[in-house]
């Protein structure tokens, strides 16, 4: 983990760089300010926030995801470099540190990911995401029923059990403002408000691993 967020880091400058006239496509159109209280977690906000997903890594070459606030600033990565669908995956900010990390149970029949807040010697795991056919059940333990994901490959979203399946988050193909789709791996995120976006986005990652689009 130490190599890889050297690698990053080293790398960070000279890729965003070279990649410049495709990150212009995906960044929104009109900007506009945070809406996080600064009392709060950064990661939570009181309003509705929306960002974009690149199903794209930013280091050259490599596989992962990158995610863009409402400002066209680079909030969340995840670089998986030569390796497609690891079974072993890290959720980081724009500093190369890590919010969660996201390991796959091998022994699962449909499949298993376990979520762990920062790494996984910390043994602090989160959430678990367990997939059964076309369902996707994330349990956040505490006696919680947890999250479901509705949808598939290109659009989905994310509903909370314990709130008799109230909308959490959406993504859906991001297009221009003539309807034009970006890409099959461009994508927009809504959040709705009060909710850890970066578990969110852990729940994302395991979705796209399953869908091998990272």
Known sequence: MVVCIYIYRTLHLLTELALLPSMAKVYPQTPSSSSSSPSSSPYI???QECFTIW???LVYNSHGCTTYNSNGEIVYRVDNYDKKCSSQVYLMDILGNVLFAIQRKKLSIFGCWD???WDFSKKQRWFRATRNRNTLHVDLG???KGYKIIGGKLGFKIVNLDQDGALVAEVKRKQTTTGIDLGSDVFMLTIEPN???????????VHGLIHRQL
Do not use: E, H, P, V
């Open 45 to 47: 906000s009181s309003k």
């Open 55 to 57: 199903m794209k890594s």
């Open 142 to 144: 505490f006696d919680k």
């Open 115 to 117: 979520g762990y807040k």
């Open 195 to 205: 909710i850890d976006q970066s578990l969110i986005m852990a729940i994302i990652m």
